[in-house]
């Protein structure tokens, strides 16, 4: 869903998403670059980028193969006595010739928010690093998401993506549920044949086909080939994209060899890619002639910022979370589906769902929420230092240059102990009442704090309260329609119909 995942610009919301949306109780204070508070010393940012070329492919080693990113991180912060230091992220040299991999690691709720705050940082071309994949991946365009608020075309990029959610908010309630009638109706049918079905395949199906149909206003079912296979080819389209900087756990050096030596060309799914935008071109039409007429984009520009929004930014990031979510729920043994399907039934009973009614699910939209604080869809968020300034953390002040990245890991950042009590736990009510309220301030997985509200001058995810509030459907669908599911992150084993 990082990945930022999906966009928007302070507009009024539609009727059925209420501008009273409980995912926006307060707002927080973001660091400026006014001075910090003189009672902490100013500190030389630990660590060292090492020597030319091997300090670089040395990380990146570490990174991938011999630590993994979570341990990577971990133990410098254990070396360095701090959480702010300084380090190289990949892809690196030697055939990412122009990627410079210096970054400098936040990693404390603290340091961290200095990421959103646009008056001290930039975010042109950063959504994955200093790396960029081709331009070819977006017809030759660069697309919203690589664009800093200081570009003119950001602002009316963003406008354009925030009244294409705006305008289709009241399919999504329908689509939504059109499409998980879909998806169970599969798994009850699967189940009855086998003790234990996967359901990323049909899963990924019905997130490609809600999203089709409410974000682009485009139905799969009048092309055939798009129908079934769509979600695969935008598979296929986002992972050569992000391959260099992620792993996928195959054998080493296997990995390594292939996937973080040299970025894929756009070729190897120019075909596929071509098909969307045929697809969103003629089946979305209205929806793209909207963005020409009242936002002044060019025919290709609404295009591929809609498949981008549609694949990169929705489709994979519903793809990240819907599991782990799924497996939150499925695999649990401390009777958290009791308490979930009492909710639902107290709260929605047998009535047809909507955005209000799941509003009312408190423990529901807290799984979600600690959902997306122990699994951000996006886990690495970067921004490069506009000007310089000083960064805090909780105890010391670092000097910034301007032009240095900064990056932040946010599956430590979400477990930061000072802030989250039982950092490493999933606890299912963590942020129900006041207190849990209070913690929204610091969830960030939407490129910015859960109570930040999305504009045109930040790069928080202008859909976010619609992939929360999705989410939270899921789950109330899942407990009108079944006493109880189990399961993992990737299969299904058993359901049982609600009485």
Not at 204 to 215: A, E, P, R, T
Not at 391 to 397: G, K, W
Request: hydrophobic share 40%.
């Amino acid at each position: 869903m990082n990945t930022s995942m999906m966009m928007v610009n302070s507009m009024s919301v539609s009727p059925d998403m209420p501008s009273s949306s409980p995912f926006q109780l307060q707002s927080l204070s973001t660091p400026t670059s006014s001075p910090p508070s003189t009672s902490l010393p100013v500190r030389t940012i630990p660590g060292s980028y090492g020597w030319p070329l091997l300090g670089p492919i040395s990380d990146r080693l570490d990174y991938f193969w011999f630590q993994g990113p979570e341990t990577f991180f971990r133990k410098r912060i254990e070396k360095h006595k701090s959480t702010v230091f300084r380090t190289n992220i990949p892809p690196t040299w030697p055939l990412f010739l122009n990627v410079n991999p210096n970054v400098i690691a936040v990693l404390d709720c603290k340091s961290f928010a200095h990421l959103f705050d646009m008056e001290i940082v930039e975010k042109k071309n950063i959504l994955v690093g200093d790396f960029m994949p081709s331009v070819k991946f977006t017809g030759g365009l660069r697309v919203s998401a690589y664009l800093d608020t200081s570009e003119p075309k950001h602002a009316q990029l963003k406008g354009f993506a925030m009244d294409t959610l705006k305008r289709s908010s009241k399919l999504w309630v329908s689509e939504v549920v059109s499409s998980l009638d879909t998806l169970f109706d599969t798994v009850e049918k699967e189940l009855s044949e086998k003790n234990s079905i996967s359901y990323m395949v049909p899963l990924q199906k019905c997130v490609f086909n809600f999203l089709s149909k409410s974000i682009v206003g485009a139905d799969p079912k009048a092309d055939a080939e798009i129908a079934e296979n769509g979600f695969s080819m935008l598979d296929k389209w986002l992972a050569l994209q992000i391959l260099p900087t992620v792993s996928i756990n195959i054998l080493q050096p296997l990995e390594e060899i292939f996937l973080h030596s040299f970025a894929y060309p756009f070729a190897l799914v120019s075909g596929d890619y071509n098909k969307l935008h045929n697809f969103v071109e003629k089946e979305g039409k209205e929806v793209v002639q909207r963005g020409q007429d009242e936002f002044g984009l060019t025919k290709e520009e609404a295009i591929h910022n809609l498949l981008f929004i549609l694949g990169f930014n929705a489709f994979g990031g519903f793809s990240i979370l819907l599991p782990k979510l799924i497996n939150a729920i499925a695999s649990d043994t401390t009777g958290l589906q009791a308490k979930l399907r009492s909710e639902v039934k107290e709260k929605c009973g047998t009535s047809a769902l909507t955005f209000e009614s799941v509003k009312s699910l408190e423990l529901v939209q807290s799984v979600v929420c600690e959902t997306l604080r122990l699994n951000p869809p996006v886990p690495l968020q970067f921004a490069r230092a506009r000007k310089d300034f000083q960064l805090s953390s909780y105890d010391s002040v670092y000097d910034i240059k301007k032009g240095e990245l900064l990056c932040g890991y946010q599956p430590l950042v979400m477990r930061d102990s000072k802030v989250f009590d039982d950092a490493e736990s999933f606890k299912a009510e963590r942020f129900m009442g006041e207190k849990g309220s209070e913690l929204l301030s610091y969830l960030y997985w939407s490129n910015g704090p859960q109570t930040g509200t999305p504009n045109d001058m930040n790069k928080q995810c202008a859909g976010k309260d619609y992939v929360t509030l999705v989410a939270c459907l899921i789950v109330a669908y899942v407990f009108q329609r079944y006493e109880s599911i189990t399961g993992n992150s990737s299969s299904i084993t058993a359901v049982e119909k609600a009485k």
